[in-house]
């Protein structure tokens, strides 16, 4: 059973980073189409920022120039740095993976979701 597993989660103080993990269990991150979301308290789930098989990347307008997804083949991870934080990137940050999506279907806002969730970690940012 595949498990997607986050971390790097925290606090930091506007205008600071934090790098966040996204841990794939039983297949190779490589295989499928990965997206990190968010969720804040009251607000609809976004997509932040997708990679496709080909390590093509996608991220919402809120965040590009600041977030960078990338893959890391020998820790079988899709990392998201986040820099220049801001309070209103609070969040829950959820990975998710779908095997079936590629190409212009693996990109935000176009991906919705996947077949595999993680559980989240926390992100606060404070002014």
């Known amino acids: 059973q595949v498990q997607l597993v986050e971390s790097g989660g925290g606090s930091v103080q506007a205008g600071g980073s934090l790098r966040l993990s996204c841990a794939m269990s039983v297949m190779y991150v490589g295989s499928a189409c990965i997206g990190w979301f968010r969720q804040a308290p009251g607000k609809e789930r976004e997509g932040v920022a997708a990679?496709?098989?080909?390590?093509?990347?996608t991220y919402a307008d809120s965040v590009k120039g600041r977030f960078t997804v990338s893959r890391d083949n020998i820790k079988n991870t899709i990392d998201l740095q986040m820099n220049s934080l801001k309070p209103e990137d609070t969040a829950m940050y959820y990975c998710?993976?779908?095997?079936?999506?590629?190409?212009?279907?693996?990109?935000?806002?176009?991906?919705?979701?996947?077949?595999?969730w993680g559980q989240g970690t926390q992100v606060t940012v404070s002014s």
């Open positions: 990679i496709d098989r080909d390590g093509h990347s």
């Open positions: 998710a993976a779908h095997f079936e999506l590629d190409g212009p279907a693996c990109a935000v806002p176009s991906f919705r979701g996947g077949n595999y």
